[in-house]
C-alpha cells in the first residue's frame, strides 16, 4: 500500500486505536522530557534520564513483586530515582564535576544494579516475577464514559481515547500544566530559571545557587521514578533488562524540540509517541518515488529531527545559558 | 585550587578512586551475601590464569583500546565525544561491506587492509558530521552524538535485515568472512613457532591496538597539531588569541576519534567473530568513557585502563559461571562506579589528599608549596 491509499482507509476507529497508543508510548517520554526541562532549566545537564527511568522501573517493579502494592512500587521507583538524582547532584553540584560524564556513569550504574540486583533477589535472568492484574495500576474509567459511548464521535474519542488510561498516563499529562505553573507562576520557578541563566545574579540577590540547582535535580528524579513505574507497573507488568530502551535518550531529544518549554515539548513527546506508535503498525512505510523505507529507519526519525533542529536546519533551539556550567563563587 | 605534585595527581589520586569504585562494589557483593574477596578472585583467576583468560582479556582489551583512544582523543580537545558506540558500528558496517564484497575476489592480503581502511573510514564519516554540527552550526556535540549512537543502531538493524544480510541464517547476521580475509589469531601464529598456546579470540588486532596508541601519542604530544589540540583543550580563548583554527581543528579531532573508534570494528569482524551481528559494539564505545577518563586521556593511561577493563570484562564471565547470584553485569557496575568516582567526582579527594601530604610532609614543606 502506498503512503495515500494507508492514509484514505483509516478509519475513525483506527485513528483513535494509533491516538491510544500514541499517547501510551509518550507518557514515559512526557514524564521524563519534564524531569529534563526542570534540571536543564536551572542550569544541569540531565543525560542521565535514562539510568533513572531504568533504575525506577526495577525498583517498582521488584517492590510491587514484593509487596503486592503498585502504590509501594510507585514510591519505591520515587525514591530510588531520586538516589540516583542525589548522586547526580552531589557530583555536579556540590563538587563541580562535568555533568555529562555524572549522567553517563548513572545510565551506566543503572544498567548494572537493576541486572545485579534482581538476579540476586529473584534468580530469574535479571527479570521480576510478572505482576498480577492486581499489583499493577489498573485501566480508571473517567466518569460519564459508559454514558457518552452512543453520542458519535465525542462518545469514542472520551471513552476510547482519554478514559480508560492507567493513573501515571493522567499523571503526566497532569505534570505538564503543572510544572509551566511552577516554573513560570511562581518566585521559585522565577529563581530556578535565573539559576540557569545567570546564577551570579541570582547569588547576588541573597538566594543559594546550590539548593536552588538542588531542588530542581531531585525534582526531576522524582519525575523520572514516576516514569519509571508506569513502565514496569501500569503499562507492563513486571521489569526486563534495559526496558528503558532509549526512551530517556527520545525524551532528551524531544525536550530539545520543544525547545525546554512544557507545552511545545508535550507536542514533541506525543508527535513522537505517534511516530513510534505508527512504525509499530505499518510494518514498513512506502513512499511514492523512494520505495520502501524500513521501520527502523522511521523510528529514527525523532533523533534525525533533533540533530536538524539543533544544527539549525529549521527553527533555532537555544539551551538555557548556564547550561552546563558549574557555579563558582567569585571570592 | 589545591594543586598537588604530579605524582600524587597521576598515580595516588587514580589509584584512590579506583580502590572506591572496588569498595563500593565490594560493599554491594557483601548485601548480596557473597564474600567480595573470594569474587574478586574469582575475576582474577578468570582473567589471568585460565587456559586462554590472558588471551580473552586482552582480546576485550583491545576493543577499549580503541575506543579508548577514541574519547581521549577528543577529551584533549575538551570535546565530549560519547558517539563511539555508533562510530564503532558504523566502522562494523564499513568493514563488512568490503570484507564481504571482496574475500571471494581479491587475495586476503589485499582485502585485510582494505576493511581496516573502510572501518576507519566509516568511523570517521560517522563522526565527523557531529563535529562539522558543532564547529558550525553551533549545536551541542554531547546530544548530536548521543542521537548518532540510535540512529547507527537503526542503520546497522537496517542493513543486517536488508543488504548485509545472510539469507541462509535465521538471524539478522553477515555471512562469515572468508578465513584468508581475516586476521590470524594470535594463538595460530604462536602453534606455528612451536610455541604452546590456549585457544582464544585474540588476532593481530591487539599489536594493531598499541600500534594506534604509539601514533596517537606522537599525534598529540609531538606535533604542532597536537599542541594546537591540548591549548584548544586547555583553554578555546586562548587558542583563538593564537590564532589557532578551532572550528577546523575541530573536524580534526572528530575525524580522528571516530576513526579509532570504528577500528574497533576490525577486532570483530576480522577476528574471532568474522561476521557483523546486531549490537555487536556491546558498549564496548561507552566503556571507552571510562577507559578515558581512568587514563587522564594519555595513551599510556588509556592502554593500562583498558587492560584493566579487559580482565574486568573476562573476569565478569568467569563470574558468571561460578556463582548463581552475581552476574556479568557486575562489572557495568564497577564501569559505572569508575566513571563516577574517576571522572565525575575526580576532585572530590584532592582537598583531602593535599592534607594528607602536608600533614605527612611537615611544616618546612608545607611553607616551600606555597
Not at chain 1, 483509516?10 to 534540571?39: F, K, N, Y
Not at chain 2, 577546523?248 to 570483530?268: D, E, K
Request: hydrophobic share 55%; glycine share 12%; charged share 10%.
Amino acid at each position: 500500500m502506498s503512503l495515500l491509499d494507508t492514509l484514505a482507509a483509516i478509519e475513525l476507529r483506527e485513528v483513535l486505536l494509533l491516538a491510544d497508543s500514541a499517547i501510551r508510548l509518550a507518557t514515559p517520554l512526557i514524564l521524563c522530557a519534564m524531569a529534563g526541562l526542570v534540571s536543564e532549566r536551572a542550569g544541569v545537564i540531565d543525560i542521565g534520564l535514562e539510568g533513572k527511568l531504568l533504575a525506577g522501573a526495577f525498583a517498582a517493579a521488584a517492590v510491587a513483586a514484593l509487596t503486592g502494592s503498585p502504590w509501594a512500587g510507585l514510591l519505591a521507583a520515587m525514591v530510588t530515582s531520586l538516589a540516583m538524582a542525589a548522586v547526580h547532584g552531589f557530583a555536579c553540584i556540590t563538587h563541580r564535576g562535568e555533568q555529562i560524564v555524572s549522567g553517563v556513569a548513572i545510565n551506566i550504574l543503572a544498567s548494572g544494579l537493576t541486572v545485579v540486583i534482581g538476579i540476586a533477589l529473584f534468580r530469574q535472568g535479571g527479570q521480576t516475577p510478572s505482576l498480577a492484574a492486581d499489583q499493577r495500576f489498573g485501566e480508571i474509567a473517567l466518569p460519564l464514559a459508559e454514558t457518552l459511548a452512543a453520542v458519535p464521535v465525542l462518545g469514542p474519542v472520551y471513552g476510547d481515547l482519554i478514559s480508560g488510561h492507567r493513573l501515571p498516563v493522567y499523571l503526566a499529562f497532569a505534570a505538564v500544566p503543572l510544572v509551566g505553573w511552577l516554573l513560570w507562576r511562581t518566585r521559585f520557578g522565577l529563581s530556578l530559571r535565573a539559576v540557569g541563566e545567570m546564577p551570579a545574579a541570582v547569588d547576588s540577590a541573597g538566594q543559594s545557587v546550590t539548593a536552588l540547582r538542588y531542588r530542581a535535580v531531585l525534582l526531576a528524579g522524582l519525575l523520572c521514578g514516576v516514569a519509571g513505574a508506569y513502565l514496569s507497573v501500569a503499562h507492563g507488568g513486571g521489569f526486563v533488562r534495559e526496558m528503558s530502551a532509549g526512551k530517556g535518550y527520545i525524551a532528551l531529544a524531544a525536550m530539545i524540540m520543544g525547545r525546554w518549554r512544557p507545552w511545545p515539548v508535550l507536542i514533541a513527546c506525543l508527535l513522537f509517541g505517534f511516530l513510534e506508535a505508527g512504525a509499530a503498525r505499518l510494518q514498513s512505510l512506502e513512499i511514492p518515488g523512494l520505495g520502501t523505507v524500513p521501520n527502523d529507519l522511521v523510528l529514527v526519525l525523532p533523533y534525525v529531527a533533533t540533530v536538524l533542529l539543533l544544527a539549525g536546519f529549521f527553527g533555532r533551539a537555544i539551551p538555557p545559558r548556564a547550561l552546563g556550567t558549574p557555579y563558582v563563587k567569585e571570592r | 585550587m589545591t594543586r598537588l605534585p604530579a605524582w600524587a595527581d597521576y598515580g595516588l589520586l587514580p589509584a584512590l578512586n579506583i580502590a572506591l569504585a572496588f569498595l563500593v562494589t565490594g560493599v554491594v557483593v557483601a548485601i548480596i551475601g557473597e564474600n567480595p574477596v573470594e569474587a574478586l578472585a574469582t575475576m582474577v583467576e578468570g582473567a589471568f590464569l585460565f587456559p586462554g583468560g590472558i588471551g580473552y582479556t586482552l582480546f576485550y582489551a583491545t576493543n577499549f583500546i580503541f575506543t579508548g583512544l577514541a574519547v581521549a582523543v577528543a577529551y584533549q580537545a575538551r570535546l565530549f565525544n560519547i558517539g563511539a558506540e555508533g562510530q564503532a558500528a558504523l566502522g562494523g558496517i564499513g568493514a563488512a561491506a568490503v570484507a564481504l564484497s571482496l574475500d571471494q575476489v581479491l587475495p586476503g592480503l589485499m582485502v585485510v587492509p582494505l576493511a581496516i581502511a573502510a572501518a576507519a573510514a566509516a568511523g570517521l564519516a560517522w563522526a565527523i558530521v557531529p563535529g562539522w554540527l558543532q564547529a558550525y552550526r553551533g549545536s551541542h556535540i554531547v546530544i548530536t552524538t548521543i542521537m548518532f549512537n540510535t540512529i547507527a543502531a537503526g542503520l546497522t538493524v537496517t542493513m543486517l535485515a536488508g543488504a548485509l544480510r545472510d539469507p541462509r541464517q535465521p538471524n539478522p547476521q553477515t555471512r562469515q568472512v572468508e578465513e584468508a580475509a581475516r586476521l590470524p589469531a594470535i594463538h595460530d601464529l604462536a602453534r606455528d613457532l612451536g610455541l604452546e598456546a590456549a585457544t582464544s579470540p585474540l588476532t593481530l588486532a591487539f599489536p594493531l591496538a598499541l600500534l594506534a596508541a604509539v601514533l596517537v601519542w606522537v599525534l598529540i604530544f609531538r606535533t604542532r597539531w597536537g599542541y594546537a589540540l591540548r591549548v584548544m583543550g586547555q583553554s578555546e580563548p586562548a587558542a583563538v588569541y593564537a590564532g589557532i583554527p578551532v572550528r577546523r581543528l575541530t573536524l580534526g579531532a572528530m575525524a580522528v576519534s571516530g576513526a579509532l573508534a570504528g577500528l574497533m570494528a576490525v577486532n570483530v569482524i576480522l577476528g574471532d567473530a568474522g561476521r557483523l551481528v546486531i549490537n555487536f559494539t556491546a558498549g564496548y564505545g561507552f566503556t571507552g568513557i571510562a577507559v578515558a577518563l581512568m587514563g587522564r586521556a594519555h595513551p599510556v593511561g588509556v592502554v593500562l585502563a583498558a587492560l584493566l577493563f579487559g580482565a574486568l570484562f573476562q573476569g565478569g564471565t568467569e563470574l558468571d559461571y561460578v556463582y548463581r547470584s552475581i552476574s556479568r553485569e557486575m562489572v557495568l557496575l564497577i564501569q559505572g562506579l569508575i566513571i563516577l568516582f574517576c571522572g565525575a567526582l575526580s576532585l572530590m579527594l584532592v582537598p583531602w589528599v593535599a592534607r594528607a601530604l602536608a600533614a605527612f610532609r611537615g611544616p618546612e614543606d608545607a611553607e616551600g608549596r606555597a
